[in-house]
């Protein structure tokens, strides 16, 4: 199935390169678009211009420490999560980049799976992790939608053709509500596609 979903946008902040390439790879192998700096006088700049969902900032760094980063994060994004690594954790630390909207605090070397979880944790709250079930209303919205728009159909001559409202269509489109299979039948025969179509499956 073609779940064609925006990626996921990480920054890696970190001046070892080689935990930069490792953890990189990891992320990208699940599924995110994911960019290391080993500078972190960079890091507004890349902000600035980058659109991030998260960054995964090291605490002890030269030129610039963690929670300075972190302060100067904030003052551009109250949003963006960011997690903490440190191969040196304590309190003081762990309290400042609490205070800082730090979403997780984590100690070096990381556990893979338990870093999954806290990365999964994190989209959920932000709002971005997508469950089976929502990618699927959403690839069938997006493919709806598409080969309307190949046809140069309207919502209107849509709900004309299948006896559907036009709310529930743009719903559908929208992938704010699940289509019944009756539904989806009517879709499909007004879009002249097979109902399988509909999925993505190409």
Same mark, same amino acid.
């Not at 990626?7 to 490792?22: F, G, M, N, S, T």
């Not at 556990?111 to 690839?139: W, Y």
């Not at 140069?152 to 299948?162: A, G, P, V, W």
């Given at each position: 199935?073609?779940?064609? #979903?925006?990626? &996921?946008?990480? %920054?890696?902040? =970190?001046?070892?390169?080689? /935990? ?5 790879? $990891? ?42 980063? #972190?302060?100067? &994060?904030?003052? %551009?994004?109250? =949003?963006?999560?960011?997690? /903490? ?5 304590? $309190? ?111």
């Amino acid at each position: 199935m073609a779940l064609e #979903l925006p990626p &996921i946008k990480i %920054l890696i902040v =970190d001046d070892d390169r080689a /935990i930069c390439e490792y953890m990189q790879t $990891l992320l990208e192998r699940d599924g995110f678009s994911v960019k290391a700096v080993s500078d972190p006088t960079f890091v507004e700049d890349e902000i600035r211009q980058g659109g991030y969902h998260l960054i995964i900032l090291d605490l002890m760094m030269p030129k610039l420490d963690g929670i300075e980063v #972190l302060r100067r &994060i904030r003052k %551009l994004d109250t =949003d963006i999560a960011v997690v /903490i690594f440190t191969g040196f954790p304590n $309190l003081e630390s762990a309290v400042a980049s609490m205070k800082l909207d730090a979403v997780d605090y984590l100690k070096k070397p990381f556990n893979v799976d338990e870093f999954r979880e806290v990365i999964t944790r994190i989209m959920r709250k932000k709002g971005l992790a997508r469950t089976p079930e929502e990618q699927l209303h959403r690839v069938i919205g997006d493919t709806v939608r598409g080969l309307r728009k190949d046809k140069d159909l309207t919502l209107k001559q849509m709900s004309r053709r299948t006896g559907l409202s036009v709310s529930l269509l743009s719903q559908i489109e929208r992938a704010e509500s699940s289509a019944s299979i009756s539904s989806l039948h009517k879709i499909a025969l007004a879009l002249e596609s097979r109902m399988q179509d509909l999925f993505g499956e190409h």
